[in-house]
């Protein structure tokens, strides 16, 4: 029984599109820096929510760990997400 071309033309069409995209968009976008310093800060940084509120500015930390897993003893991916906010007003 032949196999119909349209429709795995179609889908191939649309991936090849998909990544085209992706690789313009990855072209255009400039690399960002690293900074040491920094990334030791959000090492130290508790896990949680934390604000503080001086003169002035206001200053936010929030931080995420955990390790999910597929099933009970299944594969496991370890996400650790941190934030770090600051908000300055002043009078011009």
Same mark, same amino acid.
């Given at each position: 029984?032949?196999?119909?071309? *349209? #429709?795995?033309?179609?889908? /191939?069409? +649309?991936?090849?599109?998909?990544?085209? =995209?992706?690789?313009?968009?990855? &072209?255009? !976008?400039?690399?960002?820096?690293?900074?040491?310093?920094?990334?030791?800060?959000?090492?130290? *940084? #508790?896990?949680?929510?934390? /604000?503080? +509120?001086?003169?002035?500015?206001?200053? =936010?930390?929030?931080?995420?760990? &955990?390790? !999910?897993?597929?099933?009970?003893?299944?594969?496991?991916?370890?996400?650790?997400?941190?934030?770090?906010?600051?908000?300055?007003? /002043?009078?011009?």
């Amino acid at each position: 029984m032949p196999v119909p071309l *349209t #429709p795995i033309a179609a889908m /191939a069409l +649309r991936y090849v599109a998909v990544a085209g =995209a992706a690789y313009v968009v990855t &072209r255009q !976008i400039e690399r960002g820096r690293l900074s040491q310093p920094v990334e030791d800060e959000m090492d130290a *940084t #508790p896990e949680g929510v934390t /604000a503080r +509120r001086d003169e002035g500015q206001m200053n =936010a930390t929030a931080r995420f760990r &955990r390790v !999910i897993r597929l099933g009970q003893r299944g594969p496991g991916v370890s996400v650790d997400a941190t934030l770090l906010g600051r908000l300055r007003m /002043a009078r011009a």
